[in-house]
């Protein structure tokens, strides 16, 4: 059973930084593209960083030069750095992959920005 599972997300004072880690389990991301997306409340998901199977990056501009997505295909792990966050980052964190199994998200991970 494929499910991903993330970790890292906390509480940070602006200007700080976190690193998010997404494990998938159940198969194999190598070969597929994997995105992060977040959400705060009140508004809709937002696609913040992709990367492909080629590692090739992209990241909405809210994020560019502040955030980082990389990935290890050994521990099939992908990750967000996060850094000099701010409030307006604030918001529950998910990763997202699709394969020919289907489409998976993981439960969430909260970033809380806040002095």
């Known amino acids: 059973q494929v499910h991903l599972v993330e970790s890292g997300g906390g509480l940070v004072q602006p200007g700080g930084s976190l690193r998010l880690s997404c494990a998938v389990f159940?198969?194999?991301?190598?070969?597929?593209?994997m995105r992060w997306y977040r959400q705060a409340p009140g508004k809709e998901r937002e696609l913040v960083a992709g990367?492909?199977?080629?590692?090739?990056?992209n990241y909405a501009d809210s994020v560019k030069g502040r955030f980082t997505i990389s990935k290890d295909n050994a521990k099939n792990t992908i990750y967000l750095q996060l850094n000099s966050l701010k409030p307006e980052d604030m918001a529950v964190y998910y990763c997202?992959?699709?394969?020919?199994?289907?489409?998976?998200w993981g439960q969430g991970t909260q970033v809380t920005v806040s002095s």
């Open positions: 997202y992959f699709r394969n020919s199994l289907g489409a998976f």
């Open positions: 159940g198969t194999s991301f190598s070969g597929n593209a």
């Open positions: 990367i492909t199977s080629s590692d090739a990056t």
